[in-house]
């Protein structure tokens, strides 16, 4: 096991499983008896959801990430050559280029990706362009962070990929007539020395922990706004449907009272045929007695 291997290997994984994974293989070269190994695995920073995300795009879309870099030479040239038409140009061609890299990379995530996250990596792909050392951070599939470009000068990529710490220090810089370099620290100075770096690889420990956790707050919340998105559009649907059924229920109900008017109608009509049948009825009784009188009458004569 060497740093390069550990490098390639950790930063492949998921965020999420970057910090267990550099603690096992910390613990595994300190077992092996490799103590400087172990200081350089643990001092492996984790890398932001948006550094993950490049690094994944880095490996899996290498070509096209290529392509899109030969643009930052083609934009050098062209503004070495003040060549305003073939600026705008292959600046419109690279921002069209960077959008559909920051879809590939967000179609690679495996969970939902927010849109600071898609800010970082168009960022990080302009500032990639923007300077050649940048481009190769972008490409190393290692990087810690996003990068930015500022409009002017180079892009600031310190502490920006996973480079191993060096096991020892330049030695100073000294001029002619200057001052001797300083004496070799003491092996209590040493032990003090490492004790300080035990205690920042501790603290850089205690913050990736802490941005793992922010960043899975972030992905929590991200799926909370996802799940409230598609609750909305369910009500809104509900809404719709409900709507449509008080429609047919408006248009049953005004049929219902024409059918009860045509009712009371027909109704009406039923009464009073009724009424001119049965005033028919006692007309035709009345005629019926009378003519019955009238045949007593005509048989006692």
């Known amino acids: 096991m060497d740093i390069e291997a550990v490098v390639d290997e950790l930063y492949r994984l998921p965020p999420d499983e970057f910090?267990?994974?550099?603690?096992?293989?910390a613990a595994d070269a300190k077992a092996d008896g490799d103590a400087a190994l172990a200081k350089q695995v643990k001092a492996l920073r984790r890398p932001t959801a948006s550094a993950a995300l490049m690094n994944q795009l880095a490996r899996d879309e290498s070509d096209s990430l290529a392509d899109y870099l030969?643009?930052?030479?083609?934009?050098r040239e062209a503004q070495a050559n003040l060549s305003g038409d073939d600026l705008r140009r292959l600046g419109q061609e690279r921002q069209r280029a960077a959008a559909t890299l920051v879809k590939r990379a967000v179609?690679?995530?495996?969970?939902?990706v927010s849109p600071a996250v898609c800010g970082e990596?168009?960022?990080?792909?302009?500032?990639?362009?923007?300077?050649?050392?940048?481009?190769?951070?972008?490409?190393?599939?290692?990087?810690?962070?996003?990068l930015s470009y500022a409009g002017l000068g180079e892009v600031d990529i310190t502490a920006a990929t996973a480079t191993p710490l060096s096991s020892t220090s330049p030695a100073p810089r000294?001029?002619?007539?200057?001052?001797?370099p300083s004496p070799a620290p003491a092996s209590g100075d040493g032990t003090r020395r490492r004790s300080k770096e035990d205690q920042l690889a501790e603290r850089r420990t205690a913050a990736d922990e802490r941005l793992s956790q922010a960043e899975e707050d972030i992905r929590e919340a991200a799926?909370?706004?996802?799940?409230?998105?598609?609750?909305?559009?369910?009500?809104?649907q509900a809404?719709?449907?409900?709507?449509?059924e008080v429609e047919d229920l408006r248009e049953k109900l005004t049929q219902a009272r024409f059918a009860v008017r045509a009712a009371q109608q027909q109704l009406t009509t039923a009464h009073s045929d009724r009424a001119t049948a049965e005033r028919a009825v006692s007309a035709a009784e009345k005629a019926r007695d009378k003519a019955k009188r009238q045949r007593d009458i005509l048989g006692e004569d």
């Not at 030969?70 to 934009?75: A, F, I």
């Open 223 to 236: 799926r909370a706004v996802q799940a409230s998105m598609q609750a909305e559009l369910d009500a809104e």
């Open 70 to 75: 030969e643009l930052g030479e083609q934009l």
């Open 239 to 244: 809404q719709q449907t409900a709507e449509r």
């Open 107 to 112: 179609l690679l995530s495996a969970g939902p």
């Open 121 to 146: 990596l168009d960022a990080t792909l302009l500032a990639a362009v923007a300077d050649p050392a940048a481009g190769q951070a972008v490409v190393s599939g290692a990087l810690t962070r996003a």
């Open 19 to 25: 910090t267990g994974r550099r603690d096992e293989l």
């Open 174 to 180: 000294t001029t002619s007539g200057g001052p001797p």
